[in-house]
């Protein structure tokens, strides 16, 4: 990976930023957020920025640049990989370390007396852009909104804005019609005494009107707003897409059951001045519900008096509890998953001692045994497939330049998914195919004994997923390791792999309490720089647990593992392992055994059933 | 405990609510929250405004009073408590259960339209009124500072604000003197470029100036203001106090050593407009420090241009790490406390069989044990002797009309404390005189293995309290128990049982990292409503661990216990424990066995001495 060449790109920049055609006055510093004007994760080529003008690929960042600086903020997961892509132009920013300071503290540190600094206002979340008002401010500065993206004026070729089908999913992929959730919405508005609701981000449109599209590359989602009033329902999207008659015929465009549930259609772009109108007419007791992380942009067309923010929206908090038919979906797309898993461990197992295996070739066959799968969509996430050193890239995605051939010498770490119709999921294996040393299975047994704590773990209703994050580390702790990322996150069901309000982090303290039908990954880890990387992944669903006792009638949950993909016995010191801790890893294998075993043997796989009946083999 | 009778109090109290004597609109709410001018937790007789009006005496809770309601905030700790001591006027608002409105939301449902709802200036913290003021707003109320307090205009024969003899503490319980620590908080200000300080937490002040009062039962401090600028100090407090010489020689108010340390002394009352005067002379840059949890009227009167809240002040931060000299201090004290503990329980062991031992018999032979050893101030707050059902009332107190008498029966828990002028202590032990029945060995196993768990934690440098609070709870959760309180508080050296920044509790997110030399308590308990309570309560202090690991040099840290008093074999179910749990309790009582054994073999109490040897036999 050779970092990308910066200087005259940040030449340009820096002369925009003193251009009297975007303000009245130049900016001394200019923020650059990774995320599109719906603050999504996974972003199309032509939001990528941070990107365009860094290098930096990492799913997560924020650059600022200066007159006389640039530097690039991100976490743990991505200290390597962006300390490899960018030049010497930029400084690198190690988010959770105690002498990094903060964007504003830095700002204030290094900015002129009374500069202004400028950005994106459909870019910047609300509460972002908050903060960072607020503390520039007090030190005398000011935060500008900078209509014309700047990235965008040095940016000749940027590619357009995708537009792609969009997929109608029926009932039995959905179990809720959009119009049973548009039903529920206005009920939650009701009890609120909310007016308008504006749903700016794209996972939770593609949710409300069981929708999906390709704009972005392993998300499922489609450009769109939407405004719901309590009978009008305005959706914002490409029009060119409504043409199509299937997409027609599920929203009702053209014979809507109800006036209530006609939904009238705008071009995607209108969705600023639509919102204006609306709230030019609004009553003087009108309230607007919008989440506090939607753009900037978007937030201050609602006066103040008139604009309620949430931290999670209905749309948010209903898609994360999955229904039945989601969770059966989302059990059958984990099983096809494991079975596509299976034939590659047994494929790599055969194949890598020949030494024609590489990071790339690995990550090609994962992805094509998935295609082989019913109702295969594509991968949920670049797949990051990586060899010794390069498993402790937190983030790792192998490229030409960089790809490493497996052997039977160096630790093996898949971290992957894919969407099917029914399903989303993401596993992460960590296998060495010749011995591991000491210290590896030393590392791998603290990192099981810690996706063990979590997924064992026993709870009480209403617990928020950060208490459980502890668990995870406990064992590391123990022997002085850790792991610099969370613990787990939400998974969508045909959407997102990465999805709030509910994960396991010391980092969030925000999110909302697990409940039976939310689903989070269990994911702790263990990275030697230089040397080698682990992360054990299962996909889990909490449900209800049954103890011993109730105290105060309160319920009990626990998690069930989705993912049944075998966890490799030849990595673990078993003399680390408690009792418990080995029944529950006989427990797992048996399962995979029983559930996946089942399903290879319908395909047809048997070298792949070989390999599971082997690999599932009791552990004392 | 029959209820405090509140109808005429509260009739009395509405009509002041609707009386222009007060203000020029009436109020349609009035909000009484617990706590001093200080924020203080435990506060003096003239201050205890809440009580006066619901006679709930609990150290947590807040009262609102309506047109039509009466309604009492308080936490779980405190929730059978309130429910006791309360009449039917009120209603008691379980605060941490779901179903329960915050304070805010109350307001909002009960209010008529517009209303304004009032409080004390003085009383409520700046960070509670910009909370409840953007709340209430928002709904279209408002929040009126009342200055004259409405409690105390309806309580004719309030106490008097009480003005004890201040005590000097020199160097040899210090550590540091109060020059230096003037020295390095104008070190911190400038660094922070800050001009002014203003100190109203009253045990940063006695800690600040290592002088101790007697204002607040329990908490050795004296009612104080201090603002501190880059050459000056301002001390704040009853003037006739400082006729004492050696107060004045330990201030040296009559020669200071050099101009920049010397003290001016006005007034208690006066630092409101001795405040607005700084305030009129500020420069355009500077900056005052002020803790946002300080009165709304102090922090009013800075401008909020030149205003500089945070959250912790350095006092704050420096009092919570204790030097080598508090913490040989803390050790000595815990000795001399667990001395006076292995007497009290020899004496009940001999005496319950013969009926005559009740709660206040346990309480104030604890007491009188404890005044037998050396520097023994007072205690550090009210004893909780409890037995049997009483036991589950979590901050119980016994009364003349509650006391119950100890028996062979009945779970016995006791959790008290002492201020020695070296230390401050906090211990609870729950025992049984007889035979425990197996559903109290078993709970009280899970307790203990919770308070292993967190007492044995190993955790990085850094790590905020509150990610090992679920530690303590784990065991519980697994049996479907839990505890509706945090899991330990910082405690101060001859000061407050209760200070911040530390602790561990679910409860709080903005807890400052744990460092070496913090103190807290590990408490973890359980209880069973109208049967019995159990805690084990050590205080612990924060101290290096050196596992075999270490991970970016971070390293790590762990907890020695300081409290040092056997933890009753008879109630454990060691069956339940692990071999790695079952060590720590004999490693823990083999210390006991030999620090406090050597102690009580030196004062020459012969049969606290076989009792504890006989009590920290090895487990097996």
Redesign the interface.
């Known amino acids: 990976m050779s970092p990308k060449i910066t200087g005259e790109l940040l030449r340009q920049l820096r002369q925009a930023m003193k251009n009297c055609k975007y303000f009245s006055e130049p900016i001394q510093a200019y923020i650059i957020p990774s995320g599109d004007a719906h603050q999504s994760e996974y972003i199309a080529p032509c939001d990528c920025r941070r990107e365009f003008i860094s290098g930096f690929d990492g799913s997560a960042g924020t650059a600022i640049v200066t007159e006389q600086h640039a530097a690039m903020w991100t976490d743990g997961r991505y200290f390597l990989q962006a300390h490899q892509q960018m030049d010497n132009n930029w400084t690198l920013m190690k988010m959770g370390l ?1 002498e990094t300071p903060s964007q504003e503290d830095w700002l204030i540190s290094v900015l002129p007396e009374n500069s202004k600094v400028g950005v994106d206002p459909w870019i910047i979340a609300a509460d972002q852009w908050k903060n960072m008002f607020k503390a520039l401010s007090s030190a005398g500065h000011s935060l500008v909104a900078v209509q014309d993206n700047l990235i965008d004026a040095v940016w000749p070729d940027r590619p357009e804005r995708p537009s792609t089908q969009l997929r109608s999913l029926g009932l039995d992929f959905t179990g809720i019609s959009w119009q049973d959730k548009i039903t529920t919405l206005r009920a939650k508005m009701s009890e609120r005494k909310i007016t308008w609701f504006v749903a700016t981000a794209l996972d939770e449109i593609a949710w409300l009107f069981n929708l999906r599209g390709a704009d972005i590359e392993y998300n499922p989602v489609f450009f769109a707003y939407t405004i719901v009033g309590m009978n009008t329902i305005r959706f914002f999207v490409d029009l060119k897409r409504l043409s199509d008659p299937a997409a027609r015929e599920h929203l009702q465009l053209d014979s809507p059951s109800k006036p209530e549930l006609s939904i009238q259609t705008f071009p995607y772009e209108s969705v600023y001045t639509e919102l204006q109108a609306i709230c030019a007419a609004l009553g003087p007791k009108d309230k607007v519900w919008i989440c506090d992380k939607a753009s900037c942009a978007l937030t201050q067309v609602i006066p103040k008096t008139h604009r309620s923010p949430i931290p999670y929206t209905p749309l948010c908090l209903g898609k994360a509890v999955k229904n039945a038919t989601e969770i059966q979906g989302m059990k059958m797309a984990h099983i096809k998953d494991a079975v596509a898993l299976c034939e590659l461990f047994a494929w790599l197992e055969k194949e890598i001692p020949n030494g024609n295996v590489t990071e790339i070739s690995a990550a090609d066959k994962a992805e094509e045994l998935r295609s082989q799968q019913k109702d295969f969509v594509g991968l949920s996430f670049p797949t990051i497939s990586s060899v010794g050193p390069h498993g402790a890239i937190i983030h790792y995605r192998p490229l030409p330049e960089t790809n490493r051939t497996l052997t039977v010498n160096e630790v093996y770490l898949i971290d992957s998914g894919a969407q099917y119709v029914d399903g989303t999921t993401d596993v992460t294996r960590t296998m060495h195919f010749g011995t591991p040393s000491a210290f590896e299975k030393e590392c791998f047994t603290y990192v099981l004994k810690g996706h063990i704590a979590v997924s064992a ?4 209703n ?1 617990t928020k997923g950060h ?5 995870a580390r ?1 064992a590391l ?6 792991y610099l990322h969370g613990t787990g996150h939400g998974v969508g069901c045909f959407l997102n792999v990465h999805e709030g309000p509910c994960g396991i982090s ?1 980092k969030t ?1 925000a999110d909302e309490p697990l409940e039976a039908g939310m689903i989070v990954s269990d994911e702790p880890g263990y990275y030697e720089d230089g040397s080698f990387g682990i992360r054990l992944e299962n996909v889990v669903l909490v449900v209800p ?1 049954k ?6 009638n ?1 319920g ?1 949950l626990t998690f069930e593992p989705l993912t049944l993909v075998p966890i490799q016995v030849k990595m673990m010191n078993t003399e680390l392992l ?1 009792q418990k801790e080995r029944d529950w890893v006989n427990e797992y294998h048996r399962k995979c055994r029983e559930v996946v075993g089942a399903e290879l043997e319908r395909q047809g796989r048997q070298e792949a059933l070989e390999w599971l009946i082997r690999e599932t083999q009791l552990i004392i």
């Open positions: 105690k773990a026993i709870f009480p209403g208490l459980l994050d502890s668990f406990a702790w123990e022997s002085g390791l850790d010391y303290f647990a103890p011993k006792y109730n105290y105060r309160r009990s408690t």
